[in-house]
């Protein structure tokens, strides 16, 4: 029995000594993937940084954009304004003046247009 006692325990012994092998590899393979791991953190931290920053100019720049679209929105409603009360006199002025009605003659479209233009003359304007 001594014989077979022996067998076992050095069958046990080599059973050991393969898991033993076996978990040292497995170790090292967690090893190399706790590394990457590690290093992909550090990239992704950078990344962040990096897109924290780009995240702040853009916040500025959309900042800056809003208030020069608000100053821009001031000023075609100012031209608006302008535009409408020129209208205005305009058709005051020439609410009772004939001549305001008639469409100019095509000899002064000839005369405004410059000498090397080769295009087509300007068509009679409307009157309001």
């Excluded at 924290?52 to 075609?76: F, H, K, P, S, Y």
């Excluded at 535009?83 to 000839?110: H, M, W």
Aim: net charge positive.
């Amino acid at each position: 029995m001594s014989a077979w006692l022996q067998k076992l325990t050095q069958g046990g012994l080599l059973l050991l000594l393969v898991v033993a092998i076996c978990l040292g590899g497995y170790s090292s393979l967690l090893a190399q993937r706790l590394e990457a791991a590690q290093r992909q953190l550090h990239e992704q931290r950078r990344s962040l940084a990096q897109q924290a920053g780009l995240i702040a100019t853009l916040q500025t720049q959309d900042a800056q954009n809003r208030v020069l679209m608000t100053a821009q929105w001031q000023q075609e409603q100012q031209l608006r304004q302008q535009y409408s009360d020129y209208q205005r006199k305009y058709r005051d002025a020439i609410k009772n003046d004939t001549c305001a009605g008639q469409p100019l003659p095509d000899a002064v479209f000839e005369l405004l247009q410059p000498a090397n233009t080769t295009g087509s003359s300007i068509a009679n304007p409307v009157a309001p």
